[in-house]
């Protein structure tokens, strides 16, 4: 192994990325254009890129990288042998698209189709040499061998601030036994869904082992210059800089808009492919440019150098403000690397290969917390990374209904569970558990309340429902057939098998 070496530059400070994995559970639910194509394009587009980009630092010798958040479903799916069955499938189809394409008369679009078939087959194999064989190995290793420091969170990806405490601690328990039977870890850091917070959770979270979790900078006051305890508990919280996360991807700029970069919205329909580069935010998509893959990867470097020029600068600031030497840390989605942002992966590395020649160094939220960048404790108050920075994406009049019937379900999960006089596992109550946790799921309220595929949200809510009450109804008067519902959707709605609903 060669390990890194660099010329010694004196060190400013500490910035930490910050990557959140995650998506509803999707297998059996639908394929397109809502459902499972999701997952085959967030893997194949951004999560594998990512995994590649950390793999080469690494055989360099670079480790401490950052910190990689993997919700529960998200490991779920990527161990699934449905789910990789399907990723495989997609991914075989993916080059016979770009053979398709090659036969166009069009010359662009025959150098759109070269580009896709290289960038396909090297997926393909990588898919069929490791991939299908699970995610955990993977993700694992760069755990065990430093290179990330992988962050967990609870079941189902529930906003945790509107949950009955009982079913908080559940939740974050079972996925931190899913980390421990995937990764060999019980994982102390967590990337709370949605960064939602409320006054309490720190006890909670005390309670399952978790020593850090991340919240959005407005919640810390922007006091994002360290952790902070909360309250008087040992948990800290690290907050996201909004002064460097927006100069990447903010609500109405950064660095994805530039004009050289592939452009998300335009497509060729015929073959699925974005062939166009973004031009201008005024250019009609039938008038933009040919996107140019090298000019592209070249941007990318470019802001590359732009964005750690920013970090380097704000660490001055922090340290000039405080008297100290500060951590800034930048968060994001990890599908904005490669799926929503095309040219993000290059990006990503160039950022990791430059940081330490300017000063900076680069670590995870578990090596900054202890390298002493820890400041006082603070009181947080009800919050989240959504519109506002409060609750109202999950919470608001849009979604009130939602609310209601989220409060229901999950009094009737916990009713039932009371109500059971067995101390001996059950795994009919398992899958009762299991499905009010998928109905819980905080990805639909968002969806309806950025009325993004609201229907399938809705339509999720009410199936997972269906299911909870169809099997509830039948423990109660058929035992028999309670079992032979519950397998049947244990084969559906089969995640997190080590779940066990008599730990409620």
């Not at 067995?422 to 950025?450: G, I, P, T």
């Not at 809705?458 to 509830?472: K, P, Q, Y």
């Not at 559906?492 to 609903?501: C, F, K, Q, S, V």
Request: glycine share 8%; proline share 5%.
């Amino acid at each position: 192994m060669r390990l890194v070496t660099s010329a010694a530059v004196a060190e400013i400070g500490t910035c930490c990325l910050v990557l959140h994995t995650h998506l509803p559970w999707v297998a059996h639910a639908g394929a397109w254009p809502v459902g499972e194509e999701w997952l085959h394009q967030a893997f194949t587009s951004s999560w594998r890129r990512v995994i590649e980009v950390c793999e080469r630092l690494a055989a360099e010798g670079r480790r401490e990288l950052l910190s990689l958040g993997i919700s529960p479903t998200v490991a779920a799916m990527l161990d699934d042998p449905y789910c990789l069955n399907e990723i495989h499938r997609w991914t075989g189809n993916w080059v016979l698209r770009a053979e398709e394409l090659a036969a166009r008369s069009e010359p662009l679009l025959r150098d759109l189709a070269r580009f896709e078939y290289a960038a396909a087959s090297a997926c393909l194999v990588d898919v069929e040499d490791r991939w299908l064989r699970g995610g955990s190995p993977i993700l694992r290793r760069l755990s065990d061998d430093g290179v990330v420091e992988l962050l967990g969170g609870p079941v189902a990806h529930p906003f945790l601030p509107l949950l009955d405490d009982r079913l908080i601690a559940h939740a974050l328990r079972t996925g931190s036994d899913d980390a421990w039977l995937r990764w060999g870890s019980r994982l102390a850091g967590v990337w709370a869904p949605e960064c939602g917070y409320r006054p309490g959770l720190e006890d909670i979270y005390a309670g399952q082992g978790i020593a850090r979790l991340l919240v959005d900078g407005p919640s810390l006051r922007g006091l994002t210059a360290a952790a902070h305890p909360i309250g008087e508990s040992d948990v800290v919280a690290f907050g996201r800089d909004l002064e460097v996360t927006y100069r990447v991807w903010s609500p109405k700029s950064g660095y994805p808009g530039s004009a050289a970069y592939r452009d998300f919205h335009t497509f060729d329909h015929a073959s699925g492919f974005r062939p166009a580069r973004v031009t201008s935010r005024q250019t009609a998509p039938q008038d933009k440019a040919p996107w140019d893959p090298v000019a592209a990867a070249a941007m990318a470097r470019r802001d590359a150098r732009d964005f750690v020029d920013v970090v380097r600068r704000r660490l001055v600031d922090l340290a000039a403000a405080t008297g100290r030497r500060a951590v800034t840390v930048a968060a994001y989605d990890t599908e904005l690397f490669g799926h929503w942002w095309y040219e993000g992966p290059v990006w990503l590395e160039e950022v990791l290969r430059r940081l330490p020649l300017a000063g900076v160094r680069v670590t995870t939220l578990r090596g900054a917390q202890e390298a002493g960048h820890v400041g006082p404790p603070v009181q947080i108050p009800a919050s989240s990374w959504g519109s506002g920075k409060d609750w109202r994406v999950w919470a608001g009049p849009q979604v009130a209904d939602i609310v209601d019937a989220n409060e229901r379900l999950a009094t009737r999960l916990l009713s039932t569970v009371d109500a059971s006089r067995s101390h001996l596992r059950n795994r009919n109550l398992d899958q009762l558990c299991r499905e009010a946790y998928l109905a819980l799921a905080s990805d639909w309220a968002f969806m309806v309340s950025k009325n993004s595929a609201a229907d399938y949200a809705r339509n999720r809510i009410a199936t997972h429902s269906a299911r909870f009450d169809r099997l509830r109804a039948a423990m109660d008067t058929d035992p028999v057939s309670a079992t032979r519902i519950a397998r049947e959707l244990e084969h559906i709605d089969g995640p997190w098998r080590h779940l066990e609903a008599r730990l409620l």
